[in-house]
């Protein structure tokens, strides 16, 4: 329920440093100044949802984005709530349910990859270059990640 076009548009979410976790969204077509947004979250239907406890927010000092820390993803599913009021009445709510692997609505900006090590023969003129997976949020297998090494001359 709530007013037409008070609802939030373009929400997404960046996890990045494996841990921390930033959503931003534009506030309704309808939404007018004293419009306010709550963001609701949680990993997987077993966990307690979490509100927002640093919010962004734009001139009018509605919130327009929420900065997460000490995220963890476990499952393959998030589920993400925004609502609000405006003069005391509610707003359209925003659901979402995200599949982590195939959803665009959260993405996560990954590490470079670790210990990267060169070893490069004169004799050969070749050159073995090994490095272990970034860490993430939600990845655990190392056969998810495709490497591109560009090698420059100098």
């Known amino acids: 329920t709530g007013m037409n076009g008070t609802a939030i548009e373009n929400f997404v979410c960046v996890i ?3 841990s921390f ?3 931003t969204w534009h506030v309704g077509r309808a939404a007018t100044e004293n419009t306010q947004y709550f963001l609701y979250w949680r990993s997987s239907k077993k966990e307690d949802i979490t509100e ?4 962004m927010k ?11 820390q000490n995220v963890t993803i476990e499952m393959r ?3 993400f709530l925004v609502n609000g ?6 707003i359209q709510p925003y659901e979402k349910k995200i599949m982590l692997m ?3 609505i959260l993405v996560e900006k990954l590490t470079p990859p670790l210990n990267v090590t ?5 004799a050969s003129h070749r050159c073995s270059i090994s490095w272990q997976p970034p860490h993430t949020s939600h990845v655990k297998k190392s056969s998810c990640f495709k490497y591109e090494i560009v090698i420059e001359n100098k």
């Open 16 to 18: 990045f440093n494996v």
């Open 21 to 23: 976790m930033n959503c």
């Open 52 to 55: 927002c406890q640093n919010y």
């Open 58 to 68: 734009d001139n009018y000092g509605r919130h327009t984005g929420c900065q997460f």
């Open 77 to 79: 599913h998030a589920y």
């Open 85 to 90: 009021s405006r003069s005391g009445q509610n």
């Open 102 to 104: 195939s959803d665009y």
């Open 118 to 122: 060169v070893n490069c023969t004169e």
